[in-house]
């Protein structure tokens, strides 16, 4: 692990969820991932973003406004002139916003390589981890853990990235086909491993892998999971942009958040910190619905994972939860007053993207059509309430080409940069699910 610079820091300052009086820089922040007492970090404070730039938003692409609020967040970190160029080279991608009702709007976050939202956070933490890891001379390996979407994200963000290896965890046969061909046929610095276990197995084999000694004497470890607080910062540049992209901004404004970890729904709520105007968060679940329940009884507990159609959610301890009790100061009344909790089963999700197809001739992934389902909900639940509603669709529907067609009875084309991975042969390595065995891995 990196180790702690003291108190003088010139950037943005860090604190660990569970020690406010830790003090660390965004170097150490990103290099590190999770604190070392075991929480997640978190920002000191957010500079909020100048009226006039709030302002001026819609004026600006996406690309350009996302270095807009990066200066803001990053300017004493990151040179201006190193910034660009990282969101030049990370966000090459739009992120349209596109009416499905006058008051029903998708934000569409899967125009990037991998053809899902995670995207956005992986190309920009990428382009950071190497930064800082250049300027300190170091060689590093990324341990991440996926549920489908993440893996691939992060190994083609870092593919290639001189000094950076990646080894990714996946739960065996618990991804799609598609998604483990975008996972396994890497090569390079990029090591699948193929965990006979479930997500939240591979996540907690990944927490435990940072927290022993051995293996961080053997090596720099850095987490690409959500944990990692680089990850969230990009993911709240959409916000922004969704929201600039509205034609008329009268009606308060709902975003519905497919979650499973809970990284975008809390960059959401760091973009709301930052001074974006957002009435309501919809939390939209599959029947992995922690966090649903927490928001109606007031107890967190979870419950075994299980398997959905919407696979990236499969998360019944979501990381970033402790993120937002904190932001919140543990106050279950404030944290009701903005996010509010769904939950849908497969049979409802698949209704709702026949339903979206016929009505509207869109076709949603899965995710996307929990997310929907949320803002439907919300709606009938507050139905004088005029809203702007935005749901965020985090995945194309060719990832999930099998589930798609069967509810929309029509073949989906698949994107070529989806399609070419097709081809590719599969390379893993099978190990069960122990922490001994990935010690042994890492080790040798
Ligand atoms: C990861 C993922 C989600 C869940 O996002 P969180 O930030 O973990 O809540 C939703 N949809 C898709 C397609 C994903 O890949």
């Known amino acids: 692990m990196i180790k702690s610079c003291g108190v003088d820091i010139l950037g943005m300052k860090f604190y660990s969820t569970n020690n406010k009086n830790l003090r660390v820089s965004l170097r150490e922040a990103v290099l590190t991932g999770l604190a070392p007492d075991n929480g997640l970090f978190m920002p000191v404070s957010v500079p909020p973003l100048p009226r006039k730039l ?23 970190d990151v040179p201006a002139s190193r910034l660009k160029k990282m969101i030049d080279r990370a966000l090459t991608f739009d992120a349209p916003l596109v009416p499905l009702t006058h008051d029903i709007n998708v934000l569409e976050l899967f125009h990037g390589p991998t053809l899902a939202f995670k995207d956005f956070a992986a190309r920009f933490m990428a382009q950071l981890m190497f930064y800082f890891a250049e300027k300190m001379n170091k060689e590093l390996t990324v341990l991440v853990a996926t549920s489908g979407d993440t893996g691939s994200a992060v190994a083609h963000s870092f593919f290639k990235i001189p000094g950076i290896k990646v080894i990714v ?15 396994t046929t890497f090569g390079h610095n990029i ?16 927490k435990s892998a940072f927290l022993d ?10 987490s690409a999971n959500s944990i990692n607080i680089a990850r969230l910062f990009p993911q709240s540049f959409y916000y922004f942009y969704a929201h600039s992209r509205l034609k008329n901004k009268n009606n308060p404004i709902v975003f519905s958040v497919p979650s499973g970890n809970f990284g975008n729904l809390t960059a959401g709520l760091l973009a709301k910190k ?23 009884t007031g107890i967190f507990v979870p419950r075994p994972t299980k398997a ?18 904190d932001l919140y100061n543990h106050r279950l009344p404030k944290i009701r007053q903005d996010i509010i909790g769904y939950r849908f089963n497969d049979k409802t999700t698949k209704k709702a993207i026949k339903e979206v197809y016929k009505k ?22 507050a139905p004088n309430q005029p809203i702007n509603g935005i749901f965020l669709e985090t995945a194309h529907p ?30 893993s390595v099978l190990l069960p699910n122990s922490f001994m065995a990935l010690k042994n891995f890492l080790c040798n």
């Open 360 to 381: 509207y001739n869109y076709t949603l992934d899965p995710h996307g059509a929990v997310a929907y389902l949320g803002l439907k909900r919300f709606q009938q639940s």
């Open 398 to 427: 060719a990832k999930f080409k099998e589930t798609v067609q069967a509810s929309i009875k029509h073949k989906i084309k698949i994107p070529f940069r989806l399609k070419k991975y097709t081809k590719k042969h599969k390379h």
């Open 308 to 325: 959905t159609i919407s696979n990236a959610m499969d998360v019944s301890r979501p990381s970033n939860f402790a993120r937002i009790l």
């Open 54 to 76: 709030l302002k001026d938003l819609p004026k600006l692409t996406f690309t350009e406004m996302s270095f807009e609020i990066a200066k803001i967040l990053f300017q004493k």
């Open 191 to 206: 090591t699948a491993l193929e965990i006979q276990g479930s997500f939240d197995d591979c996540q907690r084999l990944v």
């Open 274 to 296: 930052m001074g974006l105007p957002i009435f309501k968060f919809i939390a939209s679940t599959n029947i992995n619905d922690t966090v649903p329940r927490y928001l109606k």
């Open 169 to 183: 965890l996946y739960p065996s046969k618990c991804v799609s086909q598609l998604q483990e061909k975008q996972l």
């Open 213 to 222: 000694k051995d293996i961080n004497h053997h090596l720099n470890l850095v």
